[in-house]
């Protein structure tokens, strides 16, 4: 047994720390969090001290003891968990959890997974910074008591099932109310001129007038005057100019350019660089400072000199702007600056370039650059042209990287012809086209991260989780918004004459942007309605400033969380009671048969149109919406629609077909069977033809491929991939196999070593009552009847296990039948 027992969050930060200590160190995984709140109960006390009740939870109790029996035999016990607040509070709950004695026990942090730093951290051992850790439970209780107290208001005003959370819920605020800015959005049309020109040389070269016309009229009369123009150059005037690098990446800003460069969602971002940060392949991932330490900077500049040249390199010193930046004291940057590539995977070497890349850069020179400025004028009229150009005179970092935009309407000015004042060019075209304003655009995932830091809302450990909560939860989704076609108009001088064309183009189309569901509309409106205090954004950006008054030690975190509390129970009692129910109804119209109100509502299996009042004698009708309705933008029309299902579409084989709108979609129905329409395929005017074709389509996939042991074998894809049914077992078929010419020694096969695998598992097999019992993952029991599935204690003797045993267990678990009682 060693005599040091090192404990870290993570079996693969494990695995690289165990490589820089000698034998006498024993470096074991947490496995992340030990303790946390219990899941089933509040577990704040709300009327003392707020003191939190943590427990182990089952998955955690088997670790928890490994490490306890350990510690007990270590002479020394070091916590190395992370640096930030989390990892803190990590070691703390280490320390309560495994009963350690301060004299035997030693706090170590580092912000690079290599030799010399963790050295230099056992060299330099603390004691934990209840500081931070006060900071942690702040925030953990804080979020606890608004999630626990606002979602129960919402099963009971908005839809049961629902959850509230204090930065997801801003979060999607936020997109809620870009999508109704786009919504509202009225766009203003005028008339952008764009012309190509041609040199001596026969250089082409473009350029463009400064100002939009208003009107048609405006831009025509413009093009008609230049009719027979003579053009010149009026002015060139040249600059030196230069562009320097961003800094070294944060957290956000490493979010958003791989976002912008390699199209990683912000989670999977996170993942990638805390595999990398395990490896010890970068420092922390989790950081607000741009800072670079004087190692750092000394590494970057002797591989910019040996690499580029000493003209490239240009030490700098950026200063961290975010207000309240955490205590990670370094930028996300390589631990080994010569290392400019990896060979991990693909997803890991391309996130570790752009950090390498990054990195250098911010320490690499000015790119020198000459901006050149021309204009055009002509002998017609007094409008000039203006065409740009660029040539940069030196490359400095701009031979490493250069940072992307959110801009999607920046234009990179381009190379010029060699140009000189009074020359004649002449005009090969000149076009007016009439371009409309555009509303500011959706949020992708790094366009939010960007905003939540400017309003100072979140930290970077929450960005990832939280965008990945408000998707989870359907209040936004990630999805495809069709857009809609318009006409517009260009006006086009060319060979002398002035040509009009009609064009169309399709606006509002996005793909990938954050876009708020029907559902997070309506529970965004209620929130916002009743507590808008909690939703405010300088109210949540107050709250970061206040975690991290308690992290340096200058604010109580308990008088924080009672001084929030005081208001925020009395507002959460009062809109329980009094509140109106949110549905986010809206009427839409009259039915012309009933006279009755038609109304676009949610309902209990989500947002519906109805007709009638839910106070009627008669019971209102329904019909769900489909594919890309929602109920901000249904219109009367599209709603009455809904209420022709279902319909009769013919016959087939002397049977009817029949389409319908169920609650997982439109849907074929023939035969006794249901055949679901594919995403293209509308309810409303699909044909006899397009049904029979899916019906078809459906026998086949469901048609026996073989025959074994008597019984037929069928195939089909499910949610975790390609399988075979077979006597009522489902046989997931791996990529090894030829899944669509699978051969009669292949299926036998996959069946064998299914029934041998499923032989392997049972332990019991009560026939007579139809329990079985079957080995389970980690090396549990589970005891099985139909659906109904009891994961028994490890303490059980598993041979031991009697029938009576196993019923009892069953029954335990079995729903209770309400009984109904009959009216009088």
Not at 72 to 86: F, G, N, P, Q
Not at 105 to 127: C, G, Q, S, Y
Not at 360 to 377: C, F, G, H, P
């Amino acid at each position: 047994m060693a005599k040091n027992l090192v404990i870290v969050e993570s079996p693969a930060k494990a695995k690289t720390i165990e490589k820089f200590l000698g034998k006498d160190y024993q470096v074991e995984s947490s496995f992340g969090h030990i303790a946390d709140l219990p899941s089933k109960e509040l577990g704040v006390n709300v009327e003392g001290d707020f003191k939190p009740k943590y427990i182990v939870s089952t998955d955690k109790k088997s670790v928890v003891k490994k490490l306890k029996d350990l510690a007990k035999k270590a002479e020394t016990v070091w916590l190395a968990s992370d640096e930030d607040r989390e990892g803190e509070a990590i070691a703390w709950h280490l320390a309560e959890q495994l009963k350690l004695k301060e004299e035997g026990t030693k706090r170590i942090v580092f912000h690079e997974i290599t030799k010399k730093a963790i050295l230099h951290a056992v060299e330099n051992p603390r004691t934990i910074n209840y500081n931070l850790v006060n900071a942690q439970q702040a925030r953990r209780v804080l979020d606890r008591l608004v999630g626990y107290e606002l979602s129960p208001v919402l099963w009971r005003k908005v839809k049961g099932g629902l959850s509230a959370g204090r930065v997801q819920s801003v979060a999607v605020r936020l997109i809620v109310e870009r999508e109704r800015q786009i919504e509202d959005f009225v766009p203003v049309a005028s008339y952008r001129v764009d012309a190509e020109f041609v040199n001596a040389q026969g250089k082409r070269f473009k350029a463009k007038l400064g100002k939009n016309f208003e009107t048609k009229e405006e831009a025509e009369a413009f093009l008609n005057s230049c009719l027979n123009a003579e053009f010149s150059i009026a002015d060139l005037q040249k600059k030196p100019a230069k562009k320097s690098p961003a800094p070294p990446f944060t957290t956000s800003t490493l979010q958003q350019e791989a976002s912008r460069k390699l199209g990683f969602p912000v989670a999977k971002t996170m993942m990638m660089a805390q595999r990398l940060y395990e490896a010890g392949l970068i420092t922390y991932m989790r950081t607000d400072s741009v800072n670079l330490s004087d190692d750092a900077k000394s590494a970057a500049k002797e591989e910019i000199s040996n690499y580029y040249g000493p003209e490239y390199s240009k030490p700098r010193n950026y200063s961290t702007k975010a207000k309240g930046a955490q205590e990670a004291h370094e930028a996300i940057r390589p631990t080994d600056m010569t290392k400019h590539e990896v060979q991990v995977d693909y997803d890991q070497d391309r996130l570790y370039s752009l950090i390498w890349k990054r990195t250098l850069a911010s320490q690499m020179s000015d790119a020198q650059l000459e901006r050149t400025a021309v204009k055009i004028q002509n002998n017609a009229n007094d409008k000039l042209l203006v065409a740009n150009g660029e040539v940069i005179k030196f490359e400095g970092f701009l031979k490493v990287y250069l940072e992307g935009t959110d801009n999607e309407d920046e234009e990179q000015a381009g190379m010029l012809p060699a140009l000189q004042v009074d020359e004649r060019v002449e005009n090969t075209f000149i076009s007016a086209t009439e371009r409309y304003t555009r509303p500011s655009a959706r949020y992708t995932e790094a366009a939010l991260v960007k905003r939540l830091e400017e309003l100072g809302i979140g930290r970077p450990s929450t960005y990832a989780p939280t965008i990945s909560t408000i998707q989870r939860r359907q209040y936004i989704e990630k999805g495809t918004v069709e857009g809609k076609e318009r006409g517009y108009v260009q006006l086009m001088l060319k060979d002398n004459a002035v040509k009009e064309m009609n064009l169309t183009e399709k606006v509002g189309s996005d793909k990938g942007k954050l876009v708020p569901t029907d559902i997070g509309k309506i529970v965004n409106d209620f929130l916002v309605e009743n507590f808008e205090s909690i939703l405010d954004y300088g109210f949540t950006a107050k709250v970061e400033n206040e975690f991290d008054e308690i992290a340096s030690g200058k604010e109580d975190w308990t008088e924080m969380i009672r001084d929030f509390y005081k208001g925020f129970h009395v507002r959460v009692e009062d809109v329980a009671a009094n509140a109106e129910r949110a549905s986010g109804q809206r009427l839409l119209g009259i039915d012309p048969d009933s006279g009755k109100n038609v109304y676009v509502r949610l309902g209990r299996f989500g947002a519906m149109v109805q007709i009638g009042e839910a106070t009627d004698e008669e019971k209102p009708r329904f019909a769900s919406l489909q594919g890309d309705q929602n109920m901000s933008t249904i219109t009367y029309e599209e709603a009455m629609d809904l209420f022709k299902l279902p319909k009769v579409l013919g016959l087939y084989e002397e049977k009817e077909v029949e389409v319908a709108n169920g609650r997982f979609g439109p849907y074929v129905k023939f035969d006794s069977k249901y055949v679901s329409l594919e995403k293209d395929d509308n309810p409303m005017s699909v044909t006899l033809e397009r049904a029979i074709e899916l019906i078809e389509l459906k026998r086949k996939a469901d048609a026996p491929i073989a025959e074994y042991e008597g019984m037929p074998v069928q195939k089909g894809v499910g949610r975790f991939g390609p399988y075979l049914k077979w006597n009522s077992i489902f046989i997931n078929v791996n990529k090894k196999y030829d899944f669509d010419n699978l051969s009669q020694e292949d299926i036998e096969t996959l069946i064998e070593d299914k029934k041998r695998k499923e032989r392997e598992k049972l332990i019991h097999n009560f026939e007579e009552v139809g329990i079985r019992v079957e080995k389970a993952r980690w090396g549990r029991f589970n005891v099985i009847k139909g659906k109904i599935k009891v994961e028994l204690p490890k303490t059980t003797e598993i041979e031991k296990l009697t029938q009576d045993e196993a019923v009892k267990m069953i029954e335990a678990k079995t729903p209770k039948r309400k009984s109904v009682k009959k009216k009088k």
